[in-house]
């Protein structure tokens, strides 16, 4: 494999990961907009991103168990496409602690940690349940 399928292959994933985080925030937008009720929960938690995350987490899993990882072969050209580019893509680490980092800066600090660690749990039991269905 050339360099240039595999980052052909990783921009591909990428665009469409990066376009669906894209579309999660903007959908939720939209339901709030829609709504029109003012709710601290859903307001204040950066909702968006925690679905970007999940959502990216729990395809990772299925992908990885039906794919494997970075391996050779033709699984590796499905995993640049799906785990490197469209779940690296659509889950995002810098969103999440700016998030955080804004909710502590207004002061709401222990929001900001429940936050943190909900998105650790969730993240990882949603890995834990791709892997478990992808198989």
Known sequence: MTV???????????AVG???RWGIGEGWKALRERDGRP?????LVPW???LANILASFLLGVFVAQLGSA?????RLGYLLLGTGLCGAMST???AAIEIVDLSRRRFTVI???YLLLSIGAGMSALWLGLVIGR
């Not at 240039?4 to 990428?14: M, N, Q």
């Not at 709710?39 to 307001?43: A, E, F, P, T």
């Not at 391996?71 to 699984?75: D, F, M, N, V, Y």
């Open 4 to 14: 240039l399928v595999a980052v052909l292959l990783v921009a591909i994933g990428g």
């Open 18 to 20: 990066a376009v669906a």
């Open 39 to 43: 709710s601290i929960i859903l307001d």
């Open 48 to 50: 968006p991103v925690f």
């Open 71 to 75: 391996s050779a072969g033709g699984a």
């Open 93 to 95: 680490l810098s969103s």
């Open 112 to 114: 900001g940690v429940g």
